[in-house]
């Protein structure tokens, strides 16, 4: 289903840089790069032959006015990004040259580029499936090189490859159960009832299985969070600003510096880590302050990890321990800050507290053991994640909440089986569900499922 029109949109970053481009896709594209690019020196635009770059001008037409400097790509379809005709003009990247370009491409027939229009019209043009073309935001968006990897596996097809097994086998299980409604109690083979409650269950474990990969795989995607809680001057904005490498943070020798919390995103071996930092917590009348408990309660609520910190050059306080009693043990990660100090902590204290843990000891502003804190902290992501990313998917929301209601509809169809309901009745269910498998690869769709999808692009991609 090839377009009528020819898209046209900068595809690149408008700003200051090296190369900047405008590119066009379409039936004209190839029509409107000619009527606007003039090769340098007179030499001749083969416009047969492919791939070929071209150097020479941009021109207005009308005006003759002198546009860019420009490497002028054509790529015939099929074979070129949305399998149609697309031309690629590489300008210098000032937002004025490109600007103009656009404009002229604009002017001479061609429509301006909705977000997402190429991605969207390599799908619709069956280059790649739905699964893969929001794959290709991932690729975009992705924070680390981990995320980029699984963003990759997806775009070359792996989800869309694990969805059509599935469909397939639950095709197979409906053709059978079509089957005998066909021919009801004639000479066919029937599936026993337990058969048919094995292969569901199958599919049942195999769709679970999808959802808490993708889960895992969002890890990568979105991020753990890591919160930094103690009481005030132990150096919680210290590290945060030692691992962030910079000073975000306000650091002073006052305690109760920080008032709010500040959230920082780094990269902990491959994986992307969000780093709180939080206002100390302080004891008043022999209670720890209620108000600075709700602040960061709601961020130790949300954290995955939380590093627990105190000040090894002190001896513990009650604070220390009311703040240790208030801390789910299974996600508290302890660090000993001011190593580089001599050292008044109970260790063994501390030890009691959180029984077969290692605590690591730190200077967050001499950075010693820095390391060993990443490492520990990556130990805590991957448990996480424990799947290596080859297996590991990105759901987005959309195709996680169209994989539940599959399993959903599974699951009704089990029942059904259970309760010895009709085939008709079961048939419907699996019918249902083998349409959700569909959505993620976009064979089955709404126009408006569409546009939401490939809204979240830019212009241009
Ligand atoms: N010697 C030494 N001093 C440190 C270390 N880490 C932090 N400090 C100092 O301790 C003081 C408090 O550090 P902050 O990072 O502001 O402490 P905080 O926990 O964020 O304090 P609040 O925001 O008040 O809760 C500052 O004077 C830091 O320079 C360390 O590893 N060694
Ligand atoms: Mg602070």
Redesign the pocket.
């Known amino acids: 289903m090839i377009s009528e029109d020819t898209i046209s949109a900068i595809a690149t970053p408008i700003g200051e840089s090296g190369i900047g481009i405008v590119r066009m896709s379409g039936k004209e594209s190839f029509l409107i790069a000619r009527k606007i690019f003039q090769p340098s020196c007179g030499k001749k635009v083969n416009w047969k032959t492919p791939f070929k770059t071209h150097y020479g001008w941009i021109i207005d037409p009308e005006s003759k006015e002198l546009i860019d400097e420009v490497l002028l790509t054509l790529m015939p379809a099929p074979k070129s990004y949305t399998r149609e005709d697309i031309a690629e003009i590489n300008c210098h990247s000032g937002p004025v040259p490109l600007r103009k370009t656009l404009r002229l491409t604009l002017k001479l027939g061609a429509r301006l580029a909705e977000a997402g229009e190429f991605t969207k019209r390599a799908f619709l043009n069956g280059r790649i499936d739905l699964a893969q073309a929001e794959s290709v935001l991932e690729v975009v968006q992705a924070k680390t090189e981990k995320s980029l990897q699984i963003a990759l596996n997806q775009l070359k097809g792996g989800l869309s490859e694990k969805i059509n097994t599935l469909k397939k086998k639950m095709v197979d299980f409906l053709s059978c159960l079509e089957a005998e409604i066909e021919f009801g109690e004639e000479d066919i083979e029937h599936l026993s009832r337990k058969d048919e409650e094995s292969r569901l269950k199958d599919i049942l474990v195999q769709i679970a299985l999808l959802l808490k990969t993708a889960r895992r795989g969002r890890v990568y995607k979105e991020g753990l969070k890591a919160v ?1 809680v ?12 030692t691992l962030l490498q910079r000073e975000r ?11 709010d919390t500040i959230e920082e995103m780094i990269n902990i071996k491959g994986f992307p880590l969000w780093i709180i ?6 004891e008043v009348e022999g209670k720890i302050e209620e108000e600075a408990v709700r602040r960061t309660h709601a961020k130790l609520e949300e954290a995955n990890i939380i590093l627990l ?1 105190v ?1 090894g ?1 002190l001896p513990l306080e009650k604070e220390d321990i009311s703040i240790f009693e208030r801390m789910e043990k299974e996600k508290t990660l302890l660090i000993v ?5 001599p050292q008044r902590i109970d260790k063994e204290k501390i030890e009691s507290f959180f029984p077969g843990q290692e605590v690591v000891e ?5 950075e ?1 053991n820095l390391e060993k804190l990443k490492e520990r902290t990556a130990g805590f992501a991957l448990k996480e994640a424990t799947l290596s990313s080859s297996d590991s998917f990105i759901l987005s929301i959309r195709q996680e909440q169209v994989l539940e209601q599959a399993r959903q509809n599974v699951e009704r169809a089990l029942l059904g089986i259970r309760g010895e309901l009709s085939e008709e009745l079961i048939a419907f269910d699996l019918r249902e569900a083998i349409d959700r498998l569909g959505e993620i690869t976009g064979e089955v769709l709404a126009d408006d499922i569409l546009d939401q999808i490939f809204s979240h692009f830019c212009i241009g991609k």
């Open positions: 930094i103690g009481r005030p001057n132990v150096g919680k904005s210290s590290l945060l600003n943070a306000i650091v002073s020798h006052t305690p109760g510096t920080t008032r930092d939080t206002a100390g917590l302080r910190m000040d050059s800050n001011k190593i580089d100090l730190i200077s967050a502003t001499e010693i």
